[in-house]
């Protein structure tokens, strides 16, 4: 079950969760927590809906069909983020999976300071993982007297980790790096680094993409650990693949395997 935006370029939001999730041959449950306007150069606007729109929409759901995993995108305001808390909280068997979206990939800011409060003291305590990029895991936590870039990533991971993160993925494109390191502060205190080639582009969607397809893993009973990793070599074969369908960024492929040979051995479709 996903709680995020419609995007009506399919790009991220509610249209990404849905097309990661079917891809990986889940069936995708789609709680609306906002309606935006937007393409793939930027979000121009987001109408929230009322909290009891979203409270309604997941229990019916829920009283009805079981449900395998949570995820969370954007939520649209801190009303969405207590009802939504509320919601995972009666349910803590299934895990939840939490992109914490702060930003377009334009630079449009989508939360605000009570929302990004709200989400780290009632969320984030529930989530098996957040998966941050970079950006979002500095602004989270960083104090008003810090320069933002002299905050280290490892910094950030301990600070999310006593806002009550169990698990954090912080992606690493938006870093000054050779390859794409995205990097899991695991709830044992391992710290795992995955290395991935740095592609040529911007992509409308990734994090969306990425978070959708952590929860598809786990919902097809991959163990934590091979999700993360599966999830990753997925989203970058996504990324790979790509398309441009107007003025701005490319959009993921999540069919991106409908046009690969069976036996080029770099992701089988199930």
Wanted: aromatic residues 8%.
């Amino acid at each position: 079950m996903t709680f995020s935006a419609t995007d009506p370029s399919g790009g991220a939001g509610m249209q990404a969760d849905i097309l990661t999730l079917a891809s990986l041959g889940c069936h995708p449950l789609s709680v609306a927590s906002g309606i935006s306007v937007q393409d793939t150069i930027g979000v121009d606007s987001l109408m929230p809906l009322g909290s009891d729109w979203i409270n309604d929409q997941a229990r019916s759901i829920l009283e009805d069909i079981e449900v395998a995993a949570f995820k969370c995108g954007l939520l649209g305001s801190a009303e969405n983020i207590a009802i939504v808390a509320e919601i995972v909280a009666d349910y803590p068997d299934i895990p939840l999976i939490l992109d914490p979206i702060l930003a377009s990939g334009r630079g449009d800011d989508l939360v605000d300071a009570t929302m990004m409060r709200a989400m780290a003291e009632l969320l984030f305590p529930h989530a098996l993982v957040i998966t941050p990029n970079s950006y979002e895991a500095r602004r989270l936590v960083i104090r008003d007297e810090e320069e933002f870039m002299d905050l280290t990533l490892d910094e950030c991971a301990s600070r999310l980790k006593k806002l009550g993160c169990k698990n954090i993925l912080i992606t690493g494109t938006h870093e000054q790096s050779d390859s794409v390191i995205n990097t899991l502060y695991a709830s044992t205190g391992q710290k795992i680094p995955y290395y991935w080639e740095r592609l040529p582009g911007s992509y409308h969607g990734s994090g969306c993409t990425l978070a959708s397809a952590i929860a598809g893993c786990i919902a097809r009973g991959l163990d934590f650990e091979e999700a993360i990793d599966e999830a990753q070599n997925f989203t970058w074969q996504t990324l790979k693949n790509a398309f441009k369908p107007g003025m701005g960024q490319f959009i993921p492929d999540r069919f991106f395997w409908i046009n690969e040979d069976e036996d080029d051995g770099k992701f089988t479709h199930h």
